[in-house]
């Protein structure tokens, strides 16, 4: 197994370096100019979810205050929903990733928040919810498509699109 070090799109670039060097091509304009192809194909089709500009509008209008907290993948951070964020959070800013303990306390350094009073939504059990849920973080686990059906979620509810999670939110304050 190779082991590459360094934030997301790094190591991408590594691994795709690699392949074409696997494969012979070793020209670097060749290599720089699939991967610049690879990138920009990957940034056109960038759409989120129908159900997630409802409910971040919900979610801010209810006074929430929210923050992506990301491994990578800044290109979706120049989607239009980021523009309803308060804040944004990668991993490559805090110099660690998910699930490693200290990213999710920065985070919430950066929210001004504590860890009582927040809730972390993400789609990974491994790298959201369970490190969540260890930091002292209420977590709900996004599976949209099903996929931990039957498996246990430790300490966290489960819900298949955003449209479910504000009215969660009504309930718990009830």
Do not use: C, W
Not at 115 to 141: C, F, H, M, Q, W
């Amino acid at each position: 197994a190779r082991s590459f070090k360094g934030s997301l799109n790094e190591v991408r670039d590594q691994s795709f370096r690699q392949v074409l060097r696997e494969r012979g091509v070793d020209d670097e304009s060749a290599v720089a100019e699939t991967v610049r192809r690879f990138y920009e194909a990957r940034d056109e089709a960038l759409e989120p979810y129908d159900d997630v500009i409802d409910a971040v509008t919900t979610l801010r209008e209810r006074g929430f205050t929210l923050v992506a907290a990301t491994n990578g993948n800044a290109a979706l951070m120049r989607t239009p929903v980021f523009d309803l964020l308060h804040h944004t959070f990668t991993a490559e800013e805090a110099g660690v990733s998910k699930p490693h303990p200290r990213f999710f306390q920065l985070a919430l350094e950066r929210a001004g928040a504590e860890a009582s009073r927040s809730i972390v939504i993400g789609d990974r059990l491994d790298n959201d919810v369970e490190p969540a849920v260890a930091a002292g973080i209420t977590a709900v686990l996004l599976d949209r498509f099903e996929k931990v059906d039957g498996v246990p979620v430790p300490a966290a509810s489960v819900v298949r699109s955003l449209t479910e999670f504000p009215p969660m939110l009504e309930l718990a304050r009830d």
